[in-house]
């Protein structure tokens, strides 16, 4: 009846209100699991959930590059921009769905949780889709001129409306892909060996997945935008996004759901504005007496609260139970005094913090395939027999290097770590992929400097050369990015999954801009004597070669870092 009452007073105080217990106490109170909130978080494993996030995220990914893949081709001859504007207008819209994650996210983990997240999102891409397709369809939407050879530029109604279907992508598409993956990976059971194994060959499928999509796109969905009709090319993407939509609702009752956890941000900020509020008092020796609420368990990891930790101690000033808090009692205001388990939580993000750094200076490096590494296709031999490859193409054995790293992994490799009694670990994986990628730079800076000196004889080698680079990329790509998605899933706070997927991806962002930002520099800054720098505009002048080598001993330096940050992640997974 006792403890009734004090779920009843609580009940009648204001939001943020608890009632002041001992972290001792409290783990003293806490017997068992969770049992609240929603019973579908308890269901046994039913493989088709995961199948059908796989088979989600597969049409996702082919109706997204259905859009992205061929735009600038669209924007230039059906709806006659200009250069500058073409890049203005890509730049912004490219922006925006890398940021969307991050919003989707927050609103997942706050309010709407991952399905509902998904459900809604889906309706808003599925409409951005919609208008994109009606806007290739009808003659009245698009300039009546056009024929893909001179056109008349699009009046600001038709533009008005394409873009519109643009941004109604990127915010839709934002909304799944911050909860997709989290989704997918939640309907399996941590504490189930066999299920958790299963999880880590999970993730390794949903990126296989997103690149099968990407490929079918690249090749098919272009052909047909260009060779048949935008309309159909465009039209074919809208259905799998229709048809991904479907799916996943006719999963429902087979999924394991997990309900928001209220808002993450608004817990940080508490954290941290009650750690500031408390700055002249002591923390405490024994950590048993900072602040706990009773049956506070997460709703959604199904577990207990966080335990505390030794490292950052500043913030458990935040937890710290002052004179005026046991005044106040239970109507103890969340900006004056946090849970444990809240700063715990922010403890957790800031350890991901520096692997965070080191993941974005790796993506300034893998952002090269897109630009330098084209660049110097364009510099070479393109023809083989009597095919000529475009420089981008090779984008395409990039994704199909990535399935085939993927398979290996899954396989091979698996098998042979197994009969080893081995495991590679997130952080392992994080640090192979690093390792791929100063490999790859070198491959790429040794074949410029063949070239150059082929240039110097009269002869330009074949653009073949370039494929053991973008082969060694797909597999830093694999080891990397799918063990960094795995490892903020699984390391960080169980009430911000969305929100730490996210936060992955935006390093991937940051990385693109960076790019364009370091190159511009190291354009400015070789150009000492009025020579043409390491990057010109002709690369037979220039020496690209030195940019590679520099960039690759830019991240030979950021994998000393990451080793040094690793050993020090005191988290489940630290380099044993």
């Known amino acids: 009846m ?6 009843d007073a609580a009940a009648a105080a204001e939001e943020d209100a608890k009632p002041l217990l001992s972290h001792e106490e409290h783990n003293d109170r806490i017997m068992e699991e969770f049992g609240g909130g929603s019973s579908s978080y308890y269901k046994d494993f039913d493989w088709r959930a995961p199948a059908i996030v796989l088979g989600f995220v597969s049409l996702e990914s082919l109706g997204f590059s259905g859009i992205a893949t061929n735009l600038v081709i669209y924007l230039s001859r059906i709806l006659c921009e200009n250069n500058a504007s073409i890049a203005t207008s890509i730049t912004a819209w490219t922006g925006t769905s890398y940021f969307t994650p991050f919003i989707g996210a927050v609103l997942a983990d706050s309010y709407f949780g991952s399905y509902r997240m998904i459900f809604f999102s889906s309706l808003i891409y599925l409409a951005g889709m919609s208008v994109i397709t009606l806007s290739a369809l009808l003659p009245s939407l698009k300039p009546l001129s056009s024929n893909g050879y001179s056109c008349t530029s699009a009046i600001e109604a038709q533009k008005l409306l394409f873009y519109s279907g643009l941004y109604l992508i990127a915010f839709g598409s934002g909304g799944v892909k911050s909860s997709l993956l989290p989704f997918g990976a939640s309907q399996f059971d941590d504490e189930n060996p066999t299920e958790r194994l299963k999880k880590e060959s999970f993730f390794n499928w ?42 996943f609702l006719v999963g429902r009752a087979i999924y394991k759901l997990r309900e928001p956890g209220g808002s993450p941000l608004k817990r940080i900020l508490q954290v941290i504005v009650a750690s500031f509020r408390k700055a002249n008092l002591k923390a405490p020796v024994d950590a048993a007496s900072l602040y706990e609420v009773p049956d506070e368990i997460s ?138 990628m100063i490999l790859a730079l070198a491959i790429a800076a040794t074949v410029e400097g063949n070239r150059l000196k082929g240039v110097e004889n009269g002869n330009r080698i074949s653009i073949l050369w370039q494929l053991p680079q973008y082969f060694v990329l797909g597999g830093s790509e694999v080891f990397s990015y799918i063990a960094q998605l795995a490892l903020f899933y699984e390391q960080g706070p169980g009430t911000m999954r969305s929100m730490c ?14 790019s364009s930002v370091v190159i511009m520099v190291v354009r400015f800054a070789t150009k000492t004597g009025g020579g043409p720098g390491w990057i010109p505009d002709n690369l037979d002048e220039g020496h690209l070669d030195y940019f590679f080598w520099w960039l690759a001993g830019v991240c030979a330096v950021n994998f000393i870092s990451y080793l040094a940050c690793a050993r020090r992640f005191n988290l489940k997974e630290v380099i044993e």
């Open 501 to 514: 997927t996210a936060i992955s991806l935006l390093a991937v962002s940051l990385g693109n801009y960076l």
């Open 2 to 7: 006792e403890v009734e009452a004090e779920a």
């Open 206 to 247: 949903f990126y296989f997945c997103i690149n099968v999509g990407t490929l079918i796109s690249s090749t098919l969905i272009v052909w047909i935008q260009e060779d048949v009709s935008w309309a159909v090319g465009y039209g074919l993407s809208t259905l799998c996004i229709a048809a991904a939509l479907g799916c």
């Open 299 to 436: 709703n959604i990891q199904g577990k207990q609260t966080l335990p505390h930790t030794e490292d950052y101690k500043f913030l458990d000033k935040a937890a710290i139970i002052s004179d005026s808090d046991s005044e106040d009692g239970l109507n103890v205001s969340s900006w004056r005094l946090c849970t444990i388990t809240q700063v715990e939580e922010l403890k957790l993000l800031l350890r991901l913090f520096p692997i965070w750094l080191t993941s974005i200076v790796y993506s300034v490096a893998y952002a090269q395939m897109y630009t330098t590494f084209v660049e110097q296709g364009r510099a070479m031999d393109t023809k083989v027999g009597s095919f000529s490859v475009p420089p981008a193409s090779l984008y395409a054995f990039e994704v199909v290097s990535v399935m085939l790293w993927v398979l290996l992994c899954n396989t091979l490799i698996a098998d042979i770590l197994r009969n080893y009694s081995c495991r590679l670990s997130h952080l392992r994986r994080i640090g192979v992929g690093y390792f791929l």
